[in-house]
């Protein structure tokens, strides 16, 4: 007996077990071969490849294919050869794009498979086509599997017995049924599930079939038969067309020197062109011309030299290379930087690179559509699946149970985004969440806590990767299945380690929002008067800027203005770019206890290498592994790696099943150190200093490329505020809160000026020392009801409150923000916002009254109405506005309850004392202890100023619950101060009456 269908949770809501714990459980019963045939996606393939490889079980390729619909007909396809891979790729395409199933019309499409079928009408259909078919029995005899079987006898063909399996086990099946209730949006116990039935032993299916011993072994023989284990594609790199005169390895040559020329001048220094002649050697010889080519042609602007060229970041390892830097690929000197090429590519590289480029956020849609347009049919985008994590798992599981979405909100809103799935199951961290601490965790709440718990990691539904792309010489149906995604694009069903692992090269085109920040901010200083010559504009060596950086002022600055970045730049006190490049990574999830160790070498604190081979690897970073390749550069001088292998360890720290893959390395890593003379202790901290890269980190190109960002937009804030802030609350983006920019703003000495029906725009604008609110920001104001202000005052400017709302029509809620945020008020000078509402409210009866005149009549006199309390209309602006244009909330805390509390600002000559704040909260980061305690870092601000504060568990586990952003709180706790930055320890908060 061979399972020949078998589907795994790559059937989305429809499996429930992963590709690894099916090879697993296969060869645990003694299973030699194992189909994985899931409906309509070859998505879970590589995993499926690996996992057979490890548990060394020999691969069955195939598929379920339908016509789109669970209910329609079922026809399996297991493939024998590379041809029928290649059409199986094809005939899901053509299912995913609606265009049905008709095999019997095409049967080349067919071709290198054997098609499985349990209805007796298309057995025959198929069978007179010409077509390699079998009649398929399920898993166990029945009287339909009688008749087809004797069907299949008179027509010649072999029957076969298939698990039909959705299960890994029995146990497995509330999950199924929560899932298809779920993905059928009905309640558990409501909904018709289809039958399921989980992948048992073989000799199940032998007392069964006993009656048919044929069948087992036909199925035995159809398996040999199929005898494909996987595509073996090599490196697909994406094709460039020239003119036909040169090779691609020519025009990269020619265009690589002529960008150079351009960097650098036309006398090009002995490093320069070694350099060059360096890399252009690996890339030629690795066949990644084309790659370089056809990544130049996507940057660069669709008007060539007549248009600006677009604003760009390069990124990634691919960084590193001087080439894509001559290409105007990326933007940082490699050779000025000392960046790693060999990060990217070397000889002993055997998968493929990628190069990473951003784009302003907003130009990256039509910049896909222009790669879509080109390349056509050989365009895709990778794929993303978006699992179950404990949010979305409860929301969905209580739905599935019948709970009013109201009772849901209440405990998954308080929910924190991390969970180690790997230490505790849901229920036991829940319960012991201060956040959660009065929520009411009686029944049904245990058993849909229990069940959402087994639905963490599966997959819910196909997305899309943020950015990856892969362009192919062939149609990219040709080497995997491709849909469309939700938002229209063509997307594969691999993500991006299967398509690495295929061999497809993937270019990732990403928007970034703080790209679209520098553009704005600079088209605002043009246009404002002030000329900035960006070819020659070196942020890096201002001294204003470098000096901002030092002193934490980088709110808004793209990369550096996170809480944690802002205290090390204080600690630091130094804006250097080499600096802020290793802050910027050094900063990950598990080195924490390598930064505090770098402030003080940085300090002059004294230190030692790790080891003396490591002295001048490791000299730039004070002796500590910083970037993702000092992993590879260790490995390479301490064990003896080569570059291949170093680069294979670097990867496999960065993956989810590491802990397995890493057993080798590590004992490969410990036995070269010891060969080179280490002794234990040392390689014992050495290793562990390496595992500080479990997860995710930065390589050094990655992070040189967004330090250029970061001070191209920290020189904006330090010498254009104005122009600076606007743009970045326009492009609604960064770390923070609105709010938190308007007050950033305010503390730079801008003004801010609410928004105006005759002077904003959509967006927000920024000139000389003041900012204008951007209409944008304006509660329950529609973009096309902006717009339509825009244009409308371009053909004549509004007379006044009829007149504007006549020619405009906004809808009731649209006016009544408009003016509680105050932008009607230049419309009646003189008069107070009651009486703009009574207005708006009477101009609304009449147009309702005469809704087929051009002109509405004029309403008569307001009555005399007395304006809203002061208090009220602060209210109401906030609620419109999400802020206050003129005084921070704060502000309105009456004397009392301000009696005795300090100022941000003054918090730095209070180090050592217990003192008392009032703040605003902005934004928080929950981590864990080592003890697997709770704790949070939180940022809050007043008018003079931010503050982090740090609420260790004790004292988290009080205060929790009472914590929720954009609320006012008085604080206690003891002012600290390390290295300069000052930061507050709360032991008592409680809630500020606004």
Request: with cysteine.
């Amino acid at each position: 007996m061979v399972p020949l269908r078998v589907r795994s949770w790559y059937s989305l809501l429809r499996g429930t077990s992963s590709p690894a714990s099916l090879c697993r459980r296969a060869r645990r019963f003694g299973y030699r071969r194992l189909a994985l045939t899931d409906r309509n996606t070859l998505a879970g393939l590589w995993p499926f490849l690996r996992a057979c490889e490890r548990e060394e079980v020999s691969p069955l390729i195939g598929a379920e294919l339908t016509d789109g619909t669970d209910r329609g007909q079922v026809v399996v396809a297991l493939v024998k050869d590379d041809q029928g891979y290649r059409n199986l790729c094809r005939l899901i395409t053509r299912v995913k794009a609606g265009e049905g199933l008709d095999l019997a019309t095409d049967p080349a499409l067919s071709a290198g498979s054997v098609l499985l079928t349990g209805d007796p009408e298309r057995l025959a259909g198929l069978h007179d086509a010409g077509i390699d078919v079998a009649a398929d029995l399920g898993n166990r005899p029945t009287e339909t599997g009688s008749r087809l079987r004797r069907r299949a006898r008179e027509l010649g063909v072999v029957a076969v017995a298939t698990p039909d399996s959705d299960l890994g086990g029995e146990d497995e099946r509330p999950v199924r049924d929560v899932l298809q209730a779920i993905g059928s949006g009905t309640i558990l116990g409501r909904h018709q599930a289809p039958a399921a039935a989980p992948l048992e032993a073989p000799q199940s299916y032998r007392q069964r079939f006993a009656v048919w011993p044929e069948v087992l072994s036909a199925t035995e023989a159809l398996a040999e038969r199929c005898s494909f284990t996987g595509p073996r594609f090599g490196v697909v790199m994406p094709p460039w067309h020239g003119d036909g005169t040169v090779s691609g390895a020519q025009e990269l040559r020619a265009q690589a020197y002529c960008g150079a020329c351009r960097r650098y001048g036309d006398d090009l220094s002995e490093a320069v062109v070694e350099r060059l002649e360096y890399e252009l050697k690996i890339i030629c010889q690795m066949g990644f011309a084309s790659y370089f080519l056809v990544v130049r042609d996507i940057v660069r602007s669709p008007a060539e030299e007549a248009a600006e060229r677009r604003r760009i970041c390069g990124r990634g390892s691919g960084a590193a290379s001087l080439v894509a830097y001559c290409l105007g690929i990326t933007n940082v000197c490699p050779i000025r930087y000392n960046l790693y090429f060999e990060r990217f590519l070397n000889p002993g590289r055997s998968d493929p690179p990628d190069i990473d480029v951003d784009f302003a956020w907003d130009e990256r849609d039509a910049l896909l559509e222009r790669v879509f347009t080109r390349y056509g049919s050989h365009a895709a985008m990778v794929c993303n699946h978006v699992c179950f994590q404990p949010r979305l798992a409860i929301r969905e599981t209580a739905r599935a149970w019948g709970l009013p979405a109201g009772e849901i909100a209440r405990l998954t809103k308080r929910l924190p985004w991390f969970y180690r799935h790997d230490q505790d199951d849901l229920e036991e961290q829940l319960s012991g969440l201060p956040t959660l601490r009065d929520q009411d965790f009686s029944g049904p709440w245990p058993d849909i806590i229990r069940l959402a718990n087994r639905l963490i990691g599966l997959p819910r539904y196909l997305s899309v990767h943020p950015g990856g792309v892969v362009i192919t010489p062939q149609p990219v149906s040709d080497y995997v299945p491709v849909e469309r995604a939700a938002k229209g694009v063509p997307i594969i069903q691999w993500e991006k380690d299967g398509a690495e692992q295929a061999g497809l090269v993937k270019i990732d085109l990403l928007g970034n929002r703080s790209l679209g920040v520098i553009r704005d901010a600079v088209a605002a200083l043009r246009a404002n008067g002030t000329t900035l010559v960006e070819d020659n504009w070196q942020p890096e060596d201002d001294e204003a800027t470098r000096a901002a950086i030092g002193r934490g002022e980088t709110m808004g600055c793209f990369y550096i203005e996170s809480p944690a970045m802002r205290l090390l730049q204080r600690k630091a006190g130094s804006g250097d770019f080499e600096q802020v490049v290793i802050q910027s990574s050094i900063i990950r999830p598990a080195a924490n206890e390598f930064v505090r160790e770098y402030v003080r070498r940085l300090h002059g604190g004294t230190w030692q290498p790790l080891h003396p081979a490591l002295e001048a690897v490791l000299d730039e970073t004070f002796g500590l592994m910083v970037y993702q390749e000092d992993v590879s550069r260790v490995a390479v001088a301490l064990a003896g790696f080569s570059h291949a292998e170093a680069d294979g360890l670097r990867k496999i720290l960065s993956k989810k099943d590491r802990r397995r893959r890493l057993l080798d390395y590590h004992r490969r890593f410990y036995d070269g150190c010891r060969r080179r003379g280490l002794d234990e202790t040392d390689i014992e901290r050495i290793w562990a200093m390496m595992m500080s890269f479990d997860g995710y980190s930065f390589c050094k190109p990655h992070s040189a490329s967004y330090a250029r960002v970061s001070f191209q937009a920290a020189w904006l804030k330090t010498h254009a505020p104005a122009e600076f802030m606007a743009a970045v609350i326009s492009n609604q983006g960064g770390y923070y809160s609105t709010f938190a920019y308007v007050s950033e703003a305010k503390r730079l000495g801008l003004q801010v000026d609410p928004p105006d029906v005759s002077l904003s725009g959509y967006h927000w604008t920024g000139r000389e020392r003041r900012i204008r609110v951007g209409l944008q920001t304006v509660r329950d104001l529609s973009r096309e009801t902006a717009d339509g202000i825009v244009a409308a005052r371009r053909v004549m400017p509004f007379s006044g409150m009829a007149d504007f709302l006549e020619r405009v029509r906004p809808a009731d809620d649209e006016i009544s923000s408009l003016i509680d945020g105050g932008a009607v008020d230049s419309l009646a000078p003189g008069a107070n916002r009651s009486v703009l509402h009574w207005q708006a409210a009477a101009c609304s009866g009449l147009r309702s009254a005469a809704p087929g005149r051009l002109f509405a009549p004029a309403p008569a006199a307001a009555p005399p109405l007395p304006p809203p309390a002061a208090v009220e209309q602060l209210r109401r602006e906030y609620r419109a506005l999400g802020f206050l244009c003129h005084c921070h909330p704060l502000s309105l805390v009456n004397g009392v309850a301000a009696r005795g509390l300090v100022k941000i600002d003054a918090l730095a000559r209070c180090v050592g004392r217990t003192i008392e704040v009032a703040g605003w909260l902005l934004t928080g980061k929950m981590v864990a202890t080592k003890a697997g305690e709770t704790m949070e870092f939180l940022t809050f601000e007043d008018e003079t100023g931010l503050v982090e504060t740090t609420f260790f568990p004790q004292t988290y586990e009080r205060c929790a619950h009472l914590l929720a952003a954009q609320r006012p709180y008085r604080l206690r706790g003891l002012v600290e101060s390390d290295y300069g930055a000052v930061s507050l320890t709360v032991d008592r908060v409680e809630p500020l009456r606004r």
